[in-house]
C-alpha cells in the first residue's frame, strides 16, 4: 500500500517539476515576444549616469512645475500615476520619473541606497533644466522626497506627500514580522509567479488582472497592455530587489530629518496605516518644517489615496501649489 501511494507521489512530483519547466520556458518565450511592444511605449530617455532614465512630461509649461515619485516596486510610475499626472497637468507642468529598475528606465549595478537614488533622480530633473519644482510623493517617494529637500533645498519649493515613508516608520513593528521583510517576501512571492508563467496565464486576454492601478481612469488598451508586461516581466528586477536589502538603512539615514522651513509641506496619511500604527500619524507632524508652512490631513482610505481621492487631493495641491 505504502509502495503505491509513494509510487503516486513521486509521479505526481515529477509532473509537477515538468509543468512548472513548462511553464518557465514558455514564460521566457513569451517574455522575449513582448520586447518589441516596449520600445519607446511612453515618455522620452534621459541620459544619467551613462544610462537610460524614462521621464513622462505634460501640462502647462508656463505652471509650476511637479515632478511626481511613484511608490517602492511600481511596475510602471508612469502609467500608474498617470491619472494623477493628467489631472494636475491642467494647471502645472508634472514630470513623472522613472527611478533606474522601474518602468522602461535601465537597471543599475549601483547599490540602492538613498543617497545614490536621490543623486540619480536629481540628475534627471537637472538634465532636463528645472531649476525650482514641487515634489510629490507616494510611499518610499516620500522618503526619497525628504531627503532630497535636504539636499538640494534651494531648488524645492513645496512638497505634497500621499501616504508616505517617513523616519522612524520601522520603529512600531505592527506585524510578527517587519515590514521590510514582507516586503521582501512579497517581492520574491511575485518575482517566482511571473517565472513560471502563473501570472502571465491568469491575465491573458485581461491585462487589469496583472496591474495595480486606478482601474477608473480610461487607460487605452496599448496602455493596458504594456503596463501589464511590465509588471510581469521587470516587476521585482535585481535593481529593485537590492532596493528592498537597502530599506532600513534608507529610513535610517533619513531620520532626525525635516523639511526645510522654507519648504510648504502637504501630508496627506491613511487610515489604514493609522489603524495599523499609534505612531504613524505623529511621524508626520515630525518631519514637518520647524517654523515652516505643514499641514497633515489623514483620509479614510488605503495606502493608494490617489486611487481613492484623486479629486481631492488635485484640489487641495491647487491650495500649496503656487
Avoid at 37 to 43: I, P, R
Avoid at 53 to 59: E, K, T
Wanted: hydrophobic share 40%.
Amino acid at each position: 500500500m505504502w509502495k503505491k501511494i509513494r509510487k503516486v507521489l513521486k509521479w505526481l512530483l515529477i509532473l509537477l517539476v515538468a509543468i512548472i519547466l513548462l511553464g518557465i520556458i514558455v514564460n521566457l518565450i513569451c517574455k522575449l515576444l513582448a520586447k518589441s511592444k516596449l520600445q519607446d511605449a511612453y515618455g522620452q530617455a534621459v541620459t544619467v549616469d551613462g544610462k537610460s532614465m524614462r521621464v513622462d512630461i505634460r501640462g502647462n509649461g508656463e505652471g509650476p512645475v511637479i515632478i511626481l515619485l511613484s511608490g517602492f516596486g511600481c511596475a510602471s510610475p508612469v502609467l500608474e500615476l498617470e491619472p494623477l499626472s493628467a489631472a494636475l497637468s491642467q494647471d502645472y507642468l508634472v514630470v513623472t520619473v522613472e527611478p533606474f529598475g522601474y518602468g522602461l528606465s535601465d537597471g543599475t549595478d549601483k547599490d540602492r541606497t538613498i543617497e545614490n537614488i536621490v543623486s540619480e533622480l536629481h540628475s534627471c530633473v537637472e538634465t532636463l533644466g528645472y531649476e525650482e519644482y514641487y515634489l510629490m510623493g507616494h510611499s518610499i517617494g516620500g522618503l526619497y522626497s525628504l531627503y532630497w529637500a535636504n539636499q538640494y533645498p534651494q531648488e524645492v519649493i513645496g512638497y505634497i506627500g500621499i501616504d508616505p515613508s517617513v523616519p522612524g516608520m520601522n520603529d512600531e513593528q505592527p506585524f510578527p514580522i517587519s515590514v521590510s521583510a514582507i516586503n521582501k517576501l512579497s517581492g520574491y512571492l511575485t518575482k517566482a509567479m511571473n517565472a513560471v508563467g502563473l501570472n502571465r496565464l491568469l491575465s491573458a486576454g485581461h491585462p487589469e488582472k496583472a496591474i495595480y492601478a486606478d482601474t477608473s481612469y480610461p487607460y487605452t488598451q496599448q496602455e493596458l497592455e504594456v503596463f501589464r508586461i511590465l509588471s510581469l516581466d521587470n516587476a521585482y528586477n535585481s535593481t529593485v530587489i537590492n532596493e528592498i536589502n537597502h530599506l532600513d538603512v534608507n529610513v535610517e539615514t533619513a531620520r532626525g530629518m525635516r523639511f526645510p522651513d522654507h519648504v510648504s509641506v502637504l501630508e496627506f496619511v491613511s487610515s489604514s496605516n493609522c489603524d495599523l500604527m499609534s505612531s504613524w500619524e505623529q511621524l508626520h507632524h515630525d518631519v514637518l518644517p520647524e517654523n515652516g508652512r505643514g499641514e497633515v490631513i489623514r483620509l479614510e482610505g488605503s495606502h493608494y489615496l490617489h486611487f481613492e481621492y484623486l479629486d481631492q487631493i488635485v484640489e487641495y495641491a491647487k491650495d500649496w501649489v503656487k
